[in-house]
Each structure stands twice: as C-alpha cells, then as structure tokens.
C-alpha cells in the first residue's frame, strides 16, 4: 500500500492505492464506504481484499473527511461525493500501474448512491459492484425517518444549520451514532461505530453536521439506474439495510446487471466474515468479467 494524494477542484484529498503483485498494468477500482466514512473504516480492507485479487485498488478520504483537505469539516454532501469519485477516477487512470481503460468502481453502504451518481454520467467507469447498497429516493426516506414530517423537519433543521454557517462559520455537529443522544444521524447502539475495536477509531470523529441532511434527504439514488447502462453486481442480504431500495434500483438499471442475495446484517458487510469475502469475491468475479 502506498499513501497517495489527488487534486479535486483544488483540494487535495488523500488516499491509500493498493498495488497487486507481479502485474505490469492492473485493471483499476475505486473503493469507498458508508456515510460519514473515513478510508479505514471499510473501503481500506475492501481495496486490500480487491488488489489481492488482482486489482490496483483505490481507497480515499472525501472532501473534509479524514486525511484530506476541504472545509467545512464532515458534511456530507452527495453532490460533492460524486465529483470527489470523479477526480479519484481521474488519479487512477493516469497511473502508471493502471490500465486507465480498465475501470470500475465498489461502493458499500451510502456510497452506493455515490458510486452511481458518477457512474450515470462517466463512461470512464465500465462496471459497477455495489455492496449491502443504501440506496433510497423521497419514499424510501419517509419510511427510514418516520415519515414526512420527520423528514420535513430535518430538513428544516439543515437548513437552518447551514444558514448559520454562512452567518457565522459555526458548524453546528451532532453524533453520527449514539445510544443516549437523539439527536444523533442514527440514534441506536450500533457496535461497529461505538466498539473501538471495530468501526470507533480515532480517525473517525462520530460527527454528523446538521447542515447535510438536506442534500442527503433530497438525494434521489433510485432515479439514477435508468441512466447506468455499465454492467452492474449488488451484494445485499435481507436482514441488511433497505433491501426494498436494491431491488427498485436493480429493476431500473439498463444495463447488464445482477443482485447475489446472501446472508448477514448491514454491519456484518463492513468487517465480519463471511460476509466480507463473500462481497469482495463477487465483485471481484464481476470484475473479471467486465473488465477483463
């Protein structure tokens, strides 16, 4: 593994690039992880998994996450996401190690409707795995926040948040998980996020800015298969998150594509086995396949 770094519209974000052994010029692949992620969380060993199996693969920080650069600090920001995977795109396709004709692209969790979101509008991409996917529209959003009103008021809030920013340069931050604070992003005892062994790193901070629910609420996923004509694997499991949101965005895809139904929660996917090579071992047979 080697730290790298990457220009994205004059910020400099910060990456790991995994190399596989013995290959001259391997196909390329963009990892990245859920909401709020940092690069260690899940996408790092997503792309050490995929370069082991023969694939240069790249994990990075977004825009104001993590190692690299960008203000304000942790707002999520799908807009940006999108445009973030375009420049890592564009990183790996001019490295000497990768064949820049050769590339695909792995999101888990939130950066499913990332990965999508670029890959509608970048022929550079040529096939797409997407792993316990989180993808949602206006509908899917009311049921995971308890309804319109729920949704309506966060948004609100957002706005809110954001305005006083703009006033101010305060960030208005709430815990991304906790099991005490309701204000919470998601406000359960979630193991992976609050176990240090686990998801609760020092490289993760657990901030949420408030100011983001708006662009992650309005953001429409289930709109942008109609416009992926790339081949396309899901790996996803019942008991994992929305599994409603991976079959309407499959049924929309137009191009060639595949969901392999398997077992596991939506944390399982991020670091427990089976289910973690089960993931990567499918998108890395999709791979094969699609971009030789």
């Not at 080697?2 to 596989?20: C, E, H, M, Q, R």
């Not at 948004?155 to 960030?171: F, L, P, Q, V």
Request: aromatic share 10%.
């Amino acid at each position: 593994m080697s730290k790298i770094t990457f220009d994205a519209d004059g910020v400099t974000l910060t990456g790991n690039l995994y190399l596989p052994e013995g290959v001259e010029q391997a196909p390329g692949v963009v990892v990245t992880g859920t909401w709020t992620s940092v690069k260690e969380l899940m996408a790092d060993r997503y792309a050490q998994r995929l370069a082991e199996r023969g694939y240069a693969a790249l994990s990075f920080d977004f825009t104001g996450f993590g190692e690299s650069e960008g203000e304000p600090r942790e707002v999520e920001s799908p807009a940006q996401k999108v445009r973030d995977i375009h420049h890592a795109l564009t990183f790996l396709a001019g490295h000497p190690a990768v064949d820049g004709d050769r590339l695909g692209a792995l999101g888990i969790c939130a950066a499913a409707m990332y990965m999508a979101g670029n890959t509608a509008h970048d022929p550079r991409v040529k096939a797409l795995a997407l792993v316990a996917p989180w993808l949602h529209d206006a509908t899917i959003c009311e049921a995971a926040y308890g309804g319109a009103d729920e949704v309506a008021e966060k948004i609100k809030i957002g706005r809110e948040a954001r305005s006083r920013y703009d006033e101010t340069g305060e960030i208005d931050y709430v815990p991304v998980v906790s099991a005490t604070d309701p204000r919470a992003a998601m406000p359960f005892d979630i193991d992976f996020y609050l176990n240090p062994a686990r998801g609760g790193i020092p490289a993760w901070p657990n901030h949420f800015a408030v100011m983001a629910w708006p662009g992650w609420l309005t953001y429409d996923s289930i709109a942008l298969a109609p416009q992926i004509n790339q081949p396309t694997m899901i790996v996803h499991s019942e008991d994992a998150a929305i599994p409603e949101g991976a079959q309407r965005f499959h049924a929309g895809l137009a191009g060639p594509k595949d969901i392999y139904w398997t077992q596991g929660t939506q944390f399982d996917f991020y670091d427990t086995e089976p289910q973690v090579t089960v993931a990567v071992d499918t998108a890395a047979a999709h791979f094969g396949r699609t971009l030789g």
